[in-house]
């Protein structure tokens, strides 16, 4: 690294501020990103990662602050403006043609060209050859990116970034779906690009890897910077420590008066489609609320999916107070009073152009007919009944859901299930995007229903909420059981060390 | 967030459009708001109405039926053949339903379980339905017995009223579409099958056997194509397997889409479409009057277009309304 260049910093950021409806994404955020460098961001889910990264390549400009390149103050309003300047996004979800070529994609928008108009095809896999030669990818220029693996693709995109003049190559979560030896092939590339003079930041989860890879840490939590950590401070310890360190007010967790009764819901040997190679077993007992916490994309979601029949799974059981579910049926799930609110309520959970009242009928429809008519007063009773118990505020139950508010809807998705009387109640991230005083709302619904009797299993990504409401916490690991956490051991920190893999505990 | 406007209102603007345009076309043509013309205005309506219902609710679920045509030819033609094979009017009139139904499950069956696009089950059907067809037929044009011309008075031409014809096919459509809106609005499996078609996955997660439903829409919209291929027969009286109903599914969907429909799926009335079947039967009569019958499909593409993009427009209009509300 010379001097000049530790000096002035490739990428500075200060003060940046990001605001989505409901939810302060970043706060006052401040980084710098130098050349021969190689940073890693960390945080919780929904810490503001990936919407620094997004804020710096003019995916989602800032809404307050100032980004300086090479010293000098820019504007980055766009993808373009973000390229341009020598920036290079790797999303998540990689942004490759399938069915065009290597080259192809290497070369996309900016083609050699001769006669004006014409592909050069010649030069371009010439360039590409030795792009890929860089990345250490021997596939042939030619080959269609579909064949490819993820971790392929993978280093497809950094020749992209290469073939743009990339000085800083950002990357979201790369290693989220790379095996291990992809994961380390990858990193020997990011090493090259290092050696040669260029920034690398990434976001990653997996604490091993970025102890082993990064030059420095930046942790984040709820939107505003934790703390940065040099190659020589860094330790799981304290990268957990930056991340949660978030204490909670003992008066405001439940208190612990429930003594759980029979087993009511009862997994074993489970393997979903996401983690093929994992078996998950545990139960739930009736008015009990189990936590599930875990990383994005630790299988939550998809256990909770085949549990409620939305899926299959792929072998093992679940059995409701003793009585098998036949998988895949969500209809046959519902009737043994097992009901799942999804995560996603604008493609799962509502159906935005219909009323509130209809919404709150539909999972429950079939036990309100007669002669396969819909017996609308009671409908609208019921309707009635759980705008009550949920507080949901609305002029009239015949407006359309997506009228309402992010709070309000989501209590309707809580109200569609609840409605029910469910004896087990799946609940999938039950408060993302609510604001404070629905979320109180809300937990008082999830409280009340427990102490009724009905077991609650509730994935979420709040240590928070997970902390507040939970009797006790499973955590999950890259589509395993990383570990049981009991009442009176839960911490953030215990939970996140088993989130991460880093059983420190 | 777009279509939030309620159907209701929709369908009085339609119904105001409606009005709109035949004023303009008597006004065009005073021979058009003559009994006669009227009254072939409200029989084509009826005809194509028939099919237009059918087709809606593929639509509503996201799918859609090209096949309608042929399937119209098919029955049209095997009607009159099964007649002379001596089957009562009874008789034959159960066979085209039944395969009218194992037509709409097939189509539904390949479309759910096998995953296939709808436009591609259905664009084989309308190739396959049409070589069946002219094969059945042999090639020859099949006539209605002319002892069966009570049923086309019964079914189709009906009885004047007070001097006003009032086609008996035009009143068969409305019957079906009141049992259709009933269906839709009031019974458990009606408003599954509208939640499937608004947003599929979220049903799924309700519980609602989602395929089946769309298997069902497959099997309503052959079933009413069947019986618009005997009604058409009726009301025309002979039918040649090799054109007969030729592109009859393409003024059924244009009359689904004046109506309201939206071919993303999720957004149909009933009322639309009776409307918008009626829109597409005026603008046929008044094409003929005043331009001649080959400016037909010319004028109902451009009528079309200018309906979508008012469409477009007022639904945006309404939005930046409530945005500013």
Known sequence: MTAAAADIPLLEARGLSKRFPGVQALAEVSAAFHAGEVVAVLGENGAGKSTLMKALAGVHPPDAGEIRWEGNPVRIPGVAQAEALGIAFIHQELNLCENLTVAENVFLGREPRFAGCLVDRRTMKQRTLTLLDRVGLTVSPDTEVERLSIGQRQLVEIARALARDAKLVIMDEPTSSLTARESARLFEVVHDLKSRGLGVVFISHRLAEVMAVADRVMVLKDGRNSGSLTKYEM??????????????????????????????LEVAQLRTRAWPDEAVSFSVRAGEIVGMAGLVGAGRTELA???????????????VDGIPLRPGRVA??????????????????????????ENIALPGLGGQQRFGFVRQAQVTAQAEQMRGLLGIRTTHLEKPAGLLSGGNQQKVVLAKWLALNPKLFLLDEPTRGVDVGAKAEIYQVIESLAASGAAVLMISSDLEEILRLSDRVLVMHEGRLAGEVAREDLSEEAVMHLATGTNAV | MKNLLTNHSKTLLILALLIVLTLVCGWLEPRFLSRDSLGAVLKYAGLFGVIALGVSFVILTGGIDLSIGSWVGLCAVLFPVLLKEGMNVGEAALVIAGLSVLAGLLHGLLVTKLNLQAFLVTLCGLFIYRGLARVAGGGREQILPSDQDWLRDALVLGRPLAGWPVPAVFLLMLGLAVVAAIFLNLTVTGRRLLATGRNEQAARFCGIGTSRLRILAFVICSLLAGLAGVLFLLDSRSALGSSFG??????????????????????????????????????????FFVAGDEWKEFVIGVFILAGVIADEAFTRWMAARRVRA
Not at chain 1, 343 to 354: A, C, V
């Open chain 1, 305 to 319: 999916r085949v549990v409620a029949g939305v899926d299959r799974g792929l072998s093992g059981s679940v059995k």
């Open chain 1, 235 to 264: 330790s799981p310890e304290r990268m957990v420590q930056l991340m949660v360190g978030r204490e909670l007010d003992p008066s405001r967790r439940r208190p612990m008066e429930v003594i759980p009764g029979p087993v009511r």
């Open chain 2, 246 to 287: 030729n592109s009859y599914e393409l003024w059924a969907i244009a009359g689904a889409v004046l109506g309201g429909c939206s071919l993303r799926g999720g957004q149909c009335a009933v009322a639309g479409v009776v409307l918008g079947s009626i829109m597409v039967a005026e603008v046929r009569q008044a094409v």
């Open chain 1, 332 to 357: 046959g799930a519902l009737q043994a009073g097992v009901a799942l609110a999804p995560e996603d309520r604008k493609e799962q959970g509502l159906f935005l152009e219909m009323s509130i009242r």
